[in-house]
């Protein structure tokens, strides 16, 4: 290949989903930290079930 030159790959997972009915959170087990926080943003709002980015 020339100097230069890129290459791509791709592959096709067949077994991806959007669906997440019958699996488990995990991350609600878990404890989050955090190096700051801004606009009250607190760690432990990270972990609480809710999908929705507003806290």
Excluded: C, K, W
Aim: glycine share 10%.
């Amino acid at each position: 290949m020339p100097p230069g030159a890129y290459t791509m790959a791709s592959a096709h997972l067949p077994f991806v989903s959007n669906s997440a009915e019958g699996l488990v959170n995990l991350a609600l087990h878990g404890t989050a930290t955090q190096s700051a926080t801004e606009f009250d943003g607190e760690a432990s709002r990270a972990i609480d079930g809710n999908t929705n980015g507003d806290y």
